[in-house]
């Protein structure tokens, strides 16, 4: 796993520096940076959604999942539960910097791909790309949110370990129409977090984590059809 851990280094390595910056910094600094930090989660949002919705098989398969995962995610009310814990530790809006960075960090195709190919072929280039671009990000999120957004690489571990751990199993499953579906519904939840810090509109983001779930259901129901 010497990827992951490069890939949790490198956050863990942004978030201090970011944290530095962040320290010192007047009012105005730190409201142009989230603003900035917005824009930056909408864009990428959107950028993975043109992307990908053109090689999307089943175009309304992320209208549904988002549907289905929502009420799945309002009824354990993940939400709620998440800003509780993060409470504990922290004050202010560490939350909602915290859930953009775990999305950020996790829902990219690199992520789940890279676990999988350093597993399977000892191929480290995924994640070492992925780490770089996580560590640049962190900088940016911690000199906005904290050095609390260091805990992102606690998830982003768990996360890549799984896939790592259970290589064998999963990689006939993981199909490029299976991620493009995932890579989807995975930038709209980005846009959603970019809309949210921007102060657009609040969504319920994390709720909305179990829509990830759903193509992957939709995908081995139909090996059975």
Do not use: R
């Amino acid at each position: 796993m010497i990827g992951t851990l490069f890939n949790c280094l490198t956050i863990l390595i942004g978030s201090t520096i970011g944290s530095f910056l962040k320290k010192g910094m007047k009012d105005k600094y730190q409201e142009i940076l989230m603003q900035a930090m917005g824009l930056a989660a909408t864009a990428l949002g959107i950028h993975s959604i043109v992307k990908y919705m053109p090689d999307s098989k089943y175009p309304v398969l992320f209208i549904v999942s988002l549907a289905i995962g929502g009420l799945i995610g309002e009824k354990l009310d993940i939400e709620t539960g998440f800003k509780k814990i993060v409470a504990k530790f922290s004050k202010g809006n560490l939350a909602e910097g915290l859930s953009t960075a775990i999305l950020l960090f996790c829902a990219g195709t690199l992520s789940i791909l890279g676990p999988i190919e350093s597993a399977l072929k000892g191929n480290h280039t995924f994640l070492f790309t992925n780490a770089i671009l996580d560590g640049v990000t962190s900088i940016v999120l911690a000199s906005t949110f904290g050095f609390g957004i260091a805990a992102s690489a606690i998830v982003l571990f768990l996360w890549q370990g799984f896939f790592y751990v259970t290589a064998g199993l999963l990689a006939p499953f993981l199909t490029i129409d299976l991620l493009t579906e995932i890579s989807i519904i995975g930038g709209v939840l980005i846009l959603s977090s970019g809309f949210s810090i921007l102060g657009i509109k609040s969504f319920k983001t994390l709720n909305l984590l179990p829509s990830l779930l759903i193509p992957v259901l939709w995908f081995i129901i139909l090996e059975f059809i």
